[in-house]
């Protein structure tokens, strides 16, 4: 059992940075691979980001490939989503999402699957 809540969202001009934090409850954190998704309106919810429950792995998402970076601390609960270089398109609702068991990479990148998810954090840039 998992209760995850974002928070570090907010409003960035273009090219601007922003941290998005992840912070779960639960026994078992580092038993769970953890993923980014957004969904700006009127869109489907898409892939960012995803780390496996070590953190040895992470994959992303071509639109954020190079300009941000998923990480965790299993000490403290927490994933983070650095973003970077931001542009108008990376606005929508930013959801974490967490997932058990042993993962493939191409499962960790679907939206559905994952066992839990937070509630959202805005995220607007402007131009």
């Known amino acids: 059992q998992v209760q995850l809540v974002e928070s570090g969202g907010g409003l960035v001009q273009a090219g601007g940075s922003l941290r998005l934090s992840c912070a779960a409850s639960?026994?078992?954190?580092?038993?769970?691979?953890m993923g980014w998704f957004r969904q700006a309106p009127g869109k489907e919810r898409e892939f960012v980001a995803a780390?496996?429950?070590?953190?040895?792995?992470?994959y992303y998402a071509d639109s954020v490939k190079g300009r941000s970076t998923i990480s965790r601390d299993n000490a403290r609960n927490t994933v983070y989503l650095q973003m970077n270089s931001l542009k108008p398109e990376d606005t929508a609702v930013y959801y974490c999402?967490?997932?058990?068991?042993?993962?493939?990479?191409?499962?960790?990148?679907?939206?559905?699957?994952?066992?839990?998810w937070g509630q959202g954090t805005q995220v607007t840039v402007s131009s």
């Open positions: 639960g026994r078992t954190f580092s038993r769970y691979a």
């Open positions: 999402a967490a997932r058990s068991g042993i993962n493939y990479s191409s499962q960790l990148q679907a939206p559905f699957g994952y066992d839990y």
């Open positions: 780390i496996t429950g070590s953190g040895i792995s992470t």
